[in-house]
C-alpha cells in the first residue's frame, strides 16, 4: 500500500495545494491474486469536514486499509472551511477544484479509472454538503455520492438562521465562504435546486449513500432533504443510526459505504497485519 504526500499547483486555487492518496499498488499477492493482471483503479475522491484537512481521514478512519483491502485508490485534498464551492470573482474554485483539476491531475499521475462507474466522491460534515453538490453538478464524472453527516444547511445560510451559531463561525464567515449568502439558493451551491435539474433534463443522478446518527444536530435538515427526494421519488440509500456527529459514527459509515460501493472482493494478499494465507 502506497501512502503518498502529493504538492502541486492549483490553476483553480492560484497556489501550491497538498492532498494525501492512497495507491494499492505494492501488495504482494499470492494464490490466484498473484496471476492477475492489474488494472486501472476504481478511485475515491473523500473530502473532510470543517476545521479539517487533507490528514483528517488517515487518523479518524481506518481507510488505508479498507481501501487495500477493495483495491481503491483515495484522494484526499484540503477544503479550508470553503464548503468546496466555487468563487470565481475571489480566484477561490474549490468545487472545479476537487472535481475537475484534482481529478485531471491524479488520473495523469496514478493509473486511475477513468471511467465514470470506477469514479465516486464522498465527504462527511462539510465534506458530505461538497461531496453532494460536485457528485450532482459533475454527474458525467462521479457515479456515486457518499455524504456522511452532510452539512445540510443552505436552507439556514440563506435565512441567517440562528441555529448556525453551533458552528462558531459569524455570517460574514459564511457570507465570505459561499461567496455571498444571496447567491445560494437556486445556484450550484443548492443540493435541492442541483436535483431538480437533473431531473427536467432526464439525466443519470448518481447513486446517493446518506448516513446520519440520531444525535446529530444536522438531523433535522437531513431529514428534509430526505422528504425532498422522497417526493421526487429519487432512489437514495438512507440510513438513521444510533450516534453523532462524530469520529466514532464516520468509521462505521466510511467503511459501510465501502462496502456499498462496487468493489472488488477483500482479496488474498500480505501485509503486516495480514501474514496467514
Known amino acids: 500500500m502506497a501512502l503518498v504526500q502529493v504538492n502541486f499547483i492549483s490553476k483553480m486555487l492560484s497556489r501550491t495545494v497538498t492532498f494525501n492518496a492512497i495507491i494499492p499498488l505494492d501488495k504482494i499477492s499470492f494464490g490466484e491474486e498473484e496471476e492477475k493482471k492489474q488494472k486501472p483503479l476504481k478511485t475515491l475522491y473523500l473530502l473532510h469536514g470543517a476545521f479539517g484537512n487533507y490528514t483528517d481521514y488517515l487518523s479518524g478512519t481506518r481507510i488505508q486499509r479498507w481501501a487495500e483491502e477493495h483495491n481503491l485508490a483515495v484522494i484526499m485534498p484540503s477544503g479550508e472551511n470553503q464548503f468546496y464551492v466555487d468563487k470565481p470573482s475571489r480566484g477561490e474554485n474549490y468545487g472545479s477544484y476537487v472535481a475537475q483539476e484534482l481529478v485531471e491531475f491524479t488520473r495523469n499521475m496514478f493509473p486511475l479509472s477513468h471511467e465514470k462507474e470506477d469514479t465516486f466522491i464522498a465527504g462527511l460534515s462539510m465534506g458530505g454538503y461538497g461531496a453532494l453538490i460536485n457528485g450532482l453538478k459533475y454527474h458525467e464524472t462521479f457515479s456515486h455520492i457518499g455524504a456522511f453527516s452532510p452539512g445540510l444547511m443552505i436552507d439556514q445560510i440563506a435565512e441567517r438562521s440562528e441555529l448556525l451559531s453551533v458552528t462558531g463561525w459569524s455570517l460574514d464567515f459564511y457570507d465570505n465562504a459561499f461567496g455571498g449568502i444571496d447567491t445560494i439558493k437556486n445556484s450550484d451551491k443548492d443540493y435541492y435546486y442541483l ?69 472488488e472482493e477483500k482479496g488474498n494478499f500480505l501485509n503486516s497485519g495480514n501474514v496467514t494465507e
Open 195 to 263: 436535483v431538480d435539474q437533473l431531473i427536467k433534463s432526464g439525466a443519470d443522478i448518481p447513486k446517493i449513500y446518506l448516513p446520519i446518527g440520531r444525535d446529530d444536530f444536522l438531523l433535522e435538515s437531513v431529514r428534509g432533504f430526505k422528504g425532498f427526494m422522497d417526493d421526487r421519488q429519487v432512489e437514495m440509500t438512507y440510513i438513521e443510526d444510533a450516534g453523532g456527529h462524530e469520529w466514532d459514527f464516520w468509521d462505521t459509515y466510511v467503511k459501510n459505504f465501502l462496502d456499498w460501493l462496487p468493489l
